[in-house]
T-cell receptor, first 111, second 112 residues
Framework: DAGVIQSPRHEVTEMGQEVTLRCKPI?????LFWYRQTMMRGLELLIY????????DSGMPEDRFSAKMPNASFSTLKIQPSEPRDSAVYFC?????????FGDGTRLSIL | DQQVKQNSPSLSVQEGRISILNCDYT??????FLWYKKYPAEGPTFLIS?????DKNEDGRFTVFLNKSAKHLSLHIVPSQPGDSAVYFC???????????FGKGTSLLVTP
């Protein structure tokens, strides 16, 4: 158990709709990361937080993507409006010390 | 620009033999290296890591070797078991606490 709960596990929606992905890490971490996995680009960083503050959002594709971390136990990744090219598996990872520990991801399909 | 490369998309090994997975990187600032294992429909699971001050780290059946001058690391699994069948990702970062740069993975199949 990596101590990271992601919801929903699967999301299918039509393009143009708003999508919100959720991540609940157990306490005791310093940093939280959002990654996206696609066939073409593999696993790539979107954004990460340190002590709930966004540190590096250079991987966020465009303004349609936004992420928040209102407290140490909750983070959201929002896409508005969604597009078919956003279809991917989105992972959240926490980092207490040393290695990052991943949730099981959200498989997002935009039709 | 892929800074971490795993040039073998797949590898098949017989049970009991050694599995060797390779990884190359281009960024000389990378100082901390990790291997993750991933089963379908699950997140990557941390396997083993190594910092640049070492050239070898061992944990049970898993050993990671680092050659900084060649910018190359490898993961050895011995003996390989069918349960090791998974996708293995190599990752690198300038320091623990920073974002990871991942390779595209190598799919390992261990056959009985």
């Amino acid at each position: 158990d990596a101590g990271v709960i992601q919801s929903p596990r699967h999301e299918v929606t039509e393009m143009g709709q708003e999508v919100t992905l959720r991540c609940k890490p157990i306490s005791g971490h310093n940093s939280l990361f959002w990654y996206r996995q696609t066939m073409m680009r593999g696993l790539e960083l979107l954004i990460y937080f340190n002590n709930n503050v966004p540190i590096d959002d250079s991987g966020m594709p465009e303004d349609r993507f936004s992420a928040k971390m209102p407290n140490a136990s909750f983070s959201t990744l929002k896409i508005q409006p969604s597009e078919p090219r956003d279809s991917a598996v989105y992972f959240c990872a926490r980092q207490p010390v040393g290695a990052q520990h991943f949730g099981d991801g959200t498989r997002l399909s935009i039709l | 620009d892929q800074q971490v490369k795993q040039n073998s998309p797949s590898l098949s090994v017989q049970e009991g033999r050694i599995s060797i997975l390779n990884c190359d990187y281009t960024n000389s600032m990378f100082d901390y290296f990790l291997w993750y294992k991933k089963y379908p429909a699950e997140g990557p699971t941390f396997l083993i890591s190594i910092s640049s001050i070492k050239d070898k780290n061992e944990d049970g059946r898993f050993t990671v070797f680092l050659n900084k001058s060649a910018k190359h690391l490898s993961l050895h699994i011995v003996p390989s078991q069918p349960g090791d069948s998974a996708v293995y990702f190599c990752a690198a970062t300038p320091s623990a606490g920073y974002a990871l740069n991942f390779g595209k993975g190598t799919s390992l199949l261990v056959t009985p």
